[in-house]
């Protein structure tokens, strides 16, 4: 195999793989770093099942070449949580009942949180609008904003304290 | 009880699934496996002159390529359906075989199958498979399918008709429509949609030891293992094992088995290594069973006060190619058992053709029969309130069946047990402010809108087969074990059945374990469909968990010195009535698996049978109330109500998950989603990009809300919540849509309603301009 020689950071851990030149991120992910949390529902970058994070930047990992991310920093939903405690926004998907067959949720996951990075208070309007470019057949939608509309208050919540014990 | 019946419990099932570590088919990898893929056919009909493998054969990584002629072992894929016409004709049911036979008849029959080393080395290879057909014309549309000069699909059954199915007393129709003071007539299209679970289908097969593995995402493994053990293998049940992991939603297509899945057992079979497929997207819209396509013809007749005194509805049902699993028993019976839905109609004639045309085969989508049932009687009603200058809701009150009419039976010869139709519509105008609507109208008006409020109310009989089955053993340390023939593949039975597990027994809910899917265990079991699994699983679990309250009674009036109608149990307890002793159920269970109680244990596998003939009546009210910009087509939902009366609720936060997942994709075909076939038979919609399914950006908030209406003839009171959605959200939209656009003069439109059509419809031009 013409291989190619690839290092990079996945969740925070470095990672070296030889993956084909035409392979895409969501194989790497899936099939040489054992990470399946990110699902193919396209291929085609139409379904967002496939979200991951490269250097701050939400992208379809299927539109996306394991070759690219050298030297890149990747976070999939698999670091999302933060050893056994729960990241807000799966704490909130699981009191909200936001799921039902759950092959979209960690897809709607990673592109919440990386909404949730750069708007702390989004309208319900941008919270729809930023997650559309996911799909789910299952759950209408409507638990999924309600779930992430609650996130985003839990965690303006948290910062304000972190903040205010700073300031003490 | 916190977390009883009625309680909003989270789901036991989803930590996994928000970790990343839920494990579908696609997540399943065996040690040395292959992989498959399918070469499928790019014509819509003609007979096979040759199929050359030669150069797929040679191709890097090829291990094997297989045609009809190498599986001439298997059978085919089973039609479940039985029908029969009045003339006592059975429905005509061609062979569906995995790899085309003699003919390829529509675009993306399986035609060949390539095992290879590696996926991309067996979809190359795929590509090299040269099928040479001598063409013969395209059957697409209905009409031309029925036609006498049409192309005949299944040459020796001489015309695409596989059944002329009628139900009902045309006479008598004739005989209302003749006294009938007014008529009003709907020409009607309930477009072909596709399902599209999120997770494309996948297989993994492993046949070692004389025993066949298949992971195979469904919605119950029991059912697939049935079918391939009988149809498809002619093999003992028992040699046949089907695990169905996580599934990514089902909808109705989880319920066939379609020929991948059995291909890749025999794959292994031939070859002694598991053979994994994994199908991509476009493929799915080519194979997965689609849902819907009929075109209805309708005719009210009613008196001088808006009274309906009969109707007639008649229907051409497309089945696609071949019948599906359940293909003809979607548009006919399905449907049919409670057509004229909720009104009192003294006279019905319902007439269905069910007709072969060259696209993929139909089969149950998310209703199945009862969304197109109900989409004819409520734009029949809005019809006739427009016609006869009545209020929308006003015609409806008039024509319900009324409560004091139940159980009441149609002209189906089913029994409608319960329901309140005019409370539960009563619940859904006040709550969508039905009576406020002029003045937001007028608000739109002067913003250049045309806004509409429509209203839509469905029944459905749900239930599915009337029987199912659980096993409930309580261990030594006191925990519970399920296991259960339904399947649920997003709907949250771990959960569900846990509450009443934890009722029945009043035990902690952390405390049962679930199993389901894996026919190692599964014994017997119906599945998840037509919004069966609380009414039949639901109940066969309690039946069950009862069942073991009973058999530790004996055994604790033995460890208590007593006799059992002197123990009582409660909260995992059981006491001496005048409570001088008490023994633990989890004693008991200890006990029990003693070899002085049998040793068998405190276990109970219980079979429920509703009764052949008879099922629930989940019925409902939504409104839905919608904006269109007529200088640019486009219809925004401003609002969207739903009140439900799907007997009691077990779970309201799993209730209305359903409510909002049926009402989208009712949403989706109404406004959005169509499969499309060009005029030659080729798929125009093989992406997302071209099949529109709604995201969250377009959707309204749904405002969900139950009038529980406890169904008479179960204990649990339940009805079914999975379908009611989909069936009450097209009328809805459509009915909000031609409200909007009365003022321009429209009076018809058809599904679904894209800017396009609706900019058309708005602005006076014709709708079948683009058409062809
Ligand atoms: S799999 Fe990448 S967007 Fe659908
Ligand atoms: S939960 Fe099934 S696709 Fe979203």
Same mark, same amino acid.
């Given at each position: 195999m013409n291989g190619v020689q690839v290092s990079t950071t996945v969740n925070g851990d470095v990672e070296e793989f030889v993956c084909h030149p035409g392979e895409t991120l969501l194989e790497v992910l899936r099939n040489r770093l054992g990470l399946t949390g990110a699902k193919e *529902?396209? %291929? =085609? %970058?139409?379904? %967002?099942?496939c979200s991951v994070i490269v250097d701050g930047q939400l992208v379809c990992s299927c539109l996306v070449l394991g070759a690219e991310v050298e030297g890149r920093k990747v976070a999939t939903v698999e670091g999302l949580a933060d050893g056994n405690r729960l990241h807000p926004l799966q704490d909130k998907f699981l009191e909200h009942a936001a799921l039902q067959c759950g092959i979209c949720t960690p897809g709607f996951l990673v592109a919440a949180k990386a909404l949730l990075d750069d708007n702390p208070d989004p309208t319900e309007e941008e919270i729809r609008y930023a997650l559309a470019g996911n799909l789910c057949?299952? =759950? *209408?939608y409507d638990k999924i904003v309600r779930a992430v509309d609650a996130a985003a208050a839990e965690l303006r919540k948290s910062s304000k304290k972190k903040a205010s014990g700073r300031k003490k | 009880m916190k977390f009883g019946v009625g309680q909003p419990v989270p789901r036991l099932e989803d930590p996994r699934l928000i970790t990343g570590s839920g494990r579908f088919t696609d997540d399943v990898n065996l040690p040395d496996q292959l992989y498959m893929a399918i070469a499928r056919s790019p014509y819509p009909h003609g007979s096979i002159a040759s199929i050359d493998t030669d150069a797929a054969e040679a191709a890097a990584g090829v291990v094997a390529v297989y045609t009809a002629a190498d599986i001439e072992s298997l059978g085919g894929m089973p039609c479940r359906a039985v029908l029969k016409d009045r003339q006592g004709n059975p429905c005509f049911i061609p062979k569906r075989p995995l790899l085309a036979e003699g003919r390829v008849r529509f675009v993306g029959e399986p035609v060949a199958a390539v095992v290879a080393r590696t996926r991309t080395e067996a979809r190359d290879a795929a590509e090299l498979v040269l099928l040479e057909v001598e063409d013969l014309p395209a059957v697409v549309d209905l009409n031309a399918a029925a036609a006498a000069e049409a192309t005949v699909? !299944?040459?020796? !059954? &001489?015309?695409?008709?596989a059944i002329h199915y009628e139900n009902g007393d045309e006479a008598a129709w004739e005989a209302a429509a003749a006294a009938a003071a007014h008529r009003v007539q709907v020409s009607l299209v309930n477009n072909r949609v596709a399902p599209s679970p999120l997770e494309p289908r996948a297989a993994v097969g492993h046949y070692a030891n004389g025993t066949f593995t298949l992971y195979n995402p469904s919605q119950g493994a029991f059912a697939q293992q049935g079918v391939l053990a009988r149809a498809i293998f002619d093999e003992p049940l028992e040699s046949i094992r089907v695990i169905s992991g996580e599934t990514g939603g089902g909808f109705g297509i989880r319920g066939e088995v379609h020929p991948e899945a059995a291909l890749t057992l025999f794959a292994s079979r031939a070859l002694g290594a598991p053979v994994k497929w994994h199908g991509d997207r476009s493929e799915m819209f080519l194979s997965d069973s689609h849902g819907r396509d009929n075109l209805t013809r309708a005719d009210l007749a009613l008196d001088e006060s808006g009274r309906a005194l009969g109707v007639r509805i008649e229907t051409l049902a497309n089945l696609g190619a071949y019948c599906s699993a359940v293909g003809p028993f979607v548009p006919t019976m399905a449907g049919g058992r409670v057509v004229g839905t909720v009104y009192r109609l003294p006279a019905l004639y319902h007439s269905v053709r069910c007709l072969y045309t060259n696209t993929m085969p139909v089969a149950a989508y998310r209703g199945a029969g009862r969304p197109e049932a109900c989409y004819v009687m409520e734009r029949l009603m809005d019809e006739a309130a427009r016609q006869l200058g009545i209020g929308r809701d006003e015609i409806r009150r008039r024509n319900f069946i009324p409560s004091s009419a139940m159980p009441f039976v149609n002209h189906s010869g089913v029994s409608i047990s319960s329901g309140e139709f005019e409370a539960t519509m009563d619940l859904a105008l006040e709550r969508a402010d039905w009576a406020g609507f002029e003045r937001r109208r007028r608000r739109s008006e002067g913003l250049g809108r045309l806004r509409g409020i429509g209203l839509g109310y469905y029944v459905e009989s749900s239930g599915g087969g009337p029987e199912e089955e659980a096993r409930v053993r309580i261990h030594p340390d006191g925990s519970a074990e399920v296991i259960v023939g339904t399947y649920s593949h997003g709907q949250g039975h771990e959960t569900a059945f846990a509450q009443i597990l934890s009722d029945t027994f009043g035990i902690e809910f952390d405390k049962i374990r679930f199993i389901q899917g894996d026919t190692a265990f599964v014994k017997f079991g119906g599945g998840t469909g037509g919004s069966r699994s609380s009414q039949m699983g639901g109940i066969a679990v309690k039946r069950a968990g009862e069942g073991v309250i009973e058999q530790g009674r004996a055994v604790a009036a033995e460890l208590l010195q007593s006799e059992p109608g002197r123990v009582t149990y409660e909260a995992a307890v059981y006491r001496l009535d005048d409570a001088s002793a008490q023994v633990s159920l989890a004693d008991v269970a200890r006990a029990a698996e003693t070899a002085q109680f049998g040793g068998e244990g405190l276990a109970e596998t219980h079979r429920y049978d509703r009764g052949a003939g008879t099922y629930t009546f989940p019925n409902g009210a939504h409104v839905a109330e919608v904006e269109i910009d007529p200088d640019t087509g486009v219809l925004h939902i401003c609002r969207y109500t739903a009140v439900d009366d799907c007997g009691r609720v077990i779970n309201p936060l799993l209730a209305a998950g359903q409510v909002h997942g049926g009402v989208v994709q009712g949403l989706g075909q109404a406004l959005l989603e169509n499969v499309v076939y060009d005029t030659d038979g080729?798929?125009?919609? &093989?992406s997302f990009l071209d099949y529109a399914m709604p995201f969250a950006d377009a959707m309204p908030d749904v405002d969900v809300s139950f009038n529980e209406v406890l169904d008479p003839n179960n204990e649990l009171g339940v009805k079914g919540i999975g379908e009611g959605g989909a069936c009450g959200a097209p009328p809805a939209l459509v009915n909000a849509a031609l409200h909007a656009l009365a003022s321009r003069g429209v009076t018809a439109i058809d599904m679904p309603l894209t800017p396009e059509k609706l900019w058309r419809a708005a602005n006076g031009l014709s709708l079948q301009e683009r058409a062809g």
């Amino acid at each position: 195999m013409n291989g190619v020689q690839v290092s990079t950071t996945v969740n925070g851990d470095v990672e070296e793989f030889v993956c084909h030149p035409g392979e895409t991120l969501l194989e790497v992910l899936r099939n040489r770093l054992g990470l399946t949390g990110a699902k193919e *529902g396209c %291929g =085609t %970058g139409d379904c %967002g099942a496939c979200s991951v994070i490269v250097d701050g930047q939400l992208v379809c990992s299927c539109l996306v070449l394991g070759a690219e991310v050298e030297g890149r920093k990747v976070a999939t939903v698999e670091g999302l949580a933060d050893g056994n405690r729960l990241h807000p926004l799966q704490d909130k998907f699981l009191e909200h009942a936001a799921l039902q067959c759950g092959i979209c949720t960690p897809g709607f996951l990673v592109a919440a949180k990386a909404l949730l990075d750069d708007n702390p208070d989004p309208t319900e309007e941008e919270i729809r609008y930023a997650l559309a470019g996911n799909l789910c057949r299952c =759950t *209408g939608y409507d638990k999924i904003v309600r779930a992430v509309d609650a996130a985003a208050a839990e965690l303006r919540k948290s910062s304000k304290k972190k903040a205010s014990g700073r300031k003490k | 009880m916190k977390f009883g019946v009625g309680q909003p419990v989270p789901r036991l099932e989803d930590p996994r699934l928000i970790t990343g570590s839920g494990r579908f088919t696609d997540d399943v990898n065996l040690p040395d496996q292959l992989y498959m893929a399918i070469a499928r056919s790019p014509y819509p009909h003609g007979s096979i002159a040759s199929i050359d493998t030669d150069a797929a054969e040679a191709a890097a990584g090829v291990v094997a390529v297989y045609t009809a002629a190498d599986i001439e072992s298997l059978g085919g894929m089973p039609c479940r359906a039985v029908l029969k016409d009045r003339q006592g004709n059975p429905c005509f049911i061609p062979k569906r075989p995995l790899l085309a036979e003699g003919r390829v008849r529509f675009v993306g029959e399986p035609v060949a199958a390539v095992v290879a080393r590696t996926r991309t080395e067996a979809r190359d290879a795929a590509e090299l498979v040269l099928l040479e057909v001598e063409d013969l014309p395209a059957v697409v549309d209905l009409n031309a399918a029925a036609a006498a000069e049409a192309t005949v699909l !299944h040459e020796a !059954h &001489g015309s695409n008709l596989a059944i002329h199915y009628e139900n009902g007393d045309e006479a008598a129709w004739e005989a209302a429509a003749a006294a009938a003071a007014h008529r009003v007539q709907v020409s009607l299209v309930n477009n072909r949609v596709a399902p599209s679970p999120l997770e494309p289908r996948a297989a993994v097969g492993h046949y070692a030891n004389g025993t066949f593995t298949l992971y195979n995402p469904s919605q119950g493994a029991f059912a697939q293992q049935g079918v391939l053990a009988r149809a498809i293998f002619d093999e003992p049940l028992e040699s046949i094992r089907v695990i169905s992991g996580e599934t990514g939603g089902g909808f109705g297509i989880r319920g066939e088995v379609h020929p991948e899945a059995a291909l890749t057992l025999f794959a292994s079979r031939a070859l002694g290594a598991p053979v994994k497929w994994h199908g991509d997207r476009s493929e799915m819209f080519l194979s997965d069973s689609h849902g819907r396509d009929n075109l209805t013809r309708a005719d009210l007749a009613l008196d001088e006060s808006g009274r309906a005194l009969g109707v007639r509805i008649e229907t051409l049902a497309n089945l696609g190619a071949y019948c599906s699993a359940v293909g003809p028993f979607v548009p006919t019976m399905a449907g049919g058992r409670v057509v004229g839905t909720v009104y009192r109609l003294p006279a019905l004639y319902h007439s269905v053709r069910c007709l072969y045309t060259n696209t993929m085969p139909v089969a149950a989508y998310r209703g199945a029969g009862r969304p197109e049932a109900c989409y004819v009687m409520e734009r029949l009603m809005d019809e006739a309130a427009r016609q006869l200058g009545i209020g929308r809701d006003e015609i409806r009150r008039r024509n319900f069946i009324p409560s004091s009419a139940m159980p009441f039976v149609n002209h189906s010869g089913v029994s409608i047990s319960s329901g309140e139709f005019e409370a539960t519509m009563d619940l859904a105008l006040e709550r969508a402010d039905w009576a406020g609507f002029e003045r937001r109208r007028r608000r739109s008006e002067g913003l250049g809108r045309l806004r509409g409020i429509g209203l839509g109310y469905y029944v459905e009989s749900s239930g599915g087969g009337p029987e199912e089955e659980a096993r409930v053993r309580i261990h030594p340390d006191g925990s519970a074990e399920v296991i259960v023939g339904t399947y649920s593949h997003g709907q949250g039975h771990e959960t569900a059945f846990a509450q009443i597990l934890s009722d029945t027994f009043g035990i902690e809910f952390d405390k049962i374990r679930f199993i389901q899917g894996d026919t190692a265990f599964v014994k017997f079991g119906g599945g998840t469909g037509g919004s069966r699994s609380s009414q039949m699983g639901g109940i066969a679990v309690k039946r069950a968990g009862e069942g073991v309250i009973e058999q530790g009674r004996a055994v604790a009036a033995e460890l208590l010195q007593s006799e059992p109608g002197r123990v009582t149990y409660e909260a995992a307890v059981y006491r001496l009535d005048d409570a001088s002793a008490q023994v633990s159920l989890a004693d008991v269970a200890r006990a029990a698996e003693t070899a002085q109680f049998g040793g068998e244990g405190l276990a109970e596998t219980h079979r429920y049978d509703r009764g052949a003939g008879t099922y629930t009546f989940p019925n409902g009210a939504h409104v839905a109330e919608v904006e269109i910009d007529p200088d640019t087509g486009v219809l925004h939902i401003c609002r969207y109500t739903a009140v439900d009366d799907c007997g009691r609720v077990i779970n309201p936060l799993l209730a209305a998950g359903q409510v909002h997942g049926g009402v989208v994709q009712g949403l989706g075909q109404a406004l959005l989603e169509n499969v499309v076939y060009d005029t030659d038979g080729q798929l125009l919609t &093989g992406s997302f990009l071209d099949y529109a399914m709604p995201f969250a950006d377009a959707m309204p908030d749904v405002d969900v809300s139950f009038n529980e209406v406890l169904d008479p003839n179960n204990e649990l009171g339940v009805k079914g919540i999975g379908e009611g959605g989909a069936c009450g959200a097209p009328p809805a939209l459509v009915n909000a849509a031609l409200h909007a656009l009365a003022s321009r003069g429209v009076t018809a439109i058809d599904m679904p309603l894209t800017p396009e059509k609706l900019w058309r419809a708005a602005n006076g031009l014709s709708l079948q301009e683009r058409a062809g």
